[in-house]
């Protein structure tokens, strides 16, 4: 059975910084590119970044070029985001997705930018 | 960035109706359009992709259609369970991958 399960959020201050992971199972990760997706509190889904496979392409919103990091460990499926100086509009669920058309999604992990 | 509208923005309809949800894009996507169902407290679920094909498991009353800038997700009839929030994804010419803003079907 295939899964992500995302961790790592949590209460943040402005300009502080987490580092989301997602543990893959039930695949060949390796196989696979994968993308971060939030959605802030009752609003839309907006696509975060992208790795592909064997990490040869990555790509990011405007909204969080500069400030966040995608990363993946194929030895320990792994994906990985880093979010440095982080904002409040930054709040939300954050999801890690397998391709681009998402067959398989995590449940998520809040992420709260509050003082 | 292509923006994706859809509509309207809530639709309600009758357990056994048929529901018609729309996605425009604002350049052409060709087929490479995605609808997602979410409920609440739960992961978006991928329904349709390249359109038109069902992802695994996604009930035969789940029908997408449309290319270049006019897509259409249809539910033939309504079951409880489909009520939920729908979301139509483009992934033509990226990045950014980007969403519509969703349309919430209701029980009417």
């Known amino acids: 059975e295939v899964q992500l399960v995302e961790s790592g959020g949590g209460l943040v201050k402005p300009g502080g910084s987490l580092r989301l992971s997602c543990a893959a199972s039930g695949f060949t990760f390796s196989s696979y590119n994968m993308n971060w997706v939030r959605q802030a509190p009752g609003k839309g889904l907006e696509w975060v970044s992208f790795?592909?496979?064997?990490?040869?392409?990555?790509h990011y919103a405007e909204s969080v070029k500069g400030r966040f990091t995608i990363s993946r460990d194929n030895a320990k499926n792994s994906l990985y985001l880093q979010m440095n100086s982080l904002r409040a509009e930054d709040t939300a669920m954050y999801y890690c997705?397998?391709?681009?058309?998402?067959?398989?999604w995590g449940q998520g992990t809040l992420v709260t930018v509050s003082s | 960035e292509i923006v994706m509208t859809q509509s309207p923005a809530t639709l309600s309809v009758s357990p056994g109706e048929r529901a018609t949800l729309s996605c425009g894009a604002s350049?052409?996507?060709?087929?490479?359009l995605a609808w997602y169902q979410q409920k609440p407290g739960q992961a978006p679920r991928l329904l349709i992709y390249g359109a038109s094909t069902r992802a695994t498991g996604i009930p035969a009353r789940f029908s997408g259609s449309g290319s270049g800038t006019e897509f259409t997700l249809t539910i033939s009839s309504l079951q409880s369970e489909d009520f939920a929030v729908y979301y139509c994804q483009q992934y033509n010419n990226w990045p950014p991958i980007t969403f519509g803003q969703g349309t919430r079907l209701e029980i009417k």
């Open positions: 350049q052409s996507v060709s087929t490479n």
């Open positions: 997705a397998r391709d681009i058309a998402a067959t398989y």
């Open positions: 790795i592909s496979r064997n990490n040869g392409q990555i």
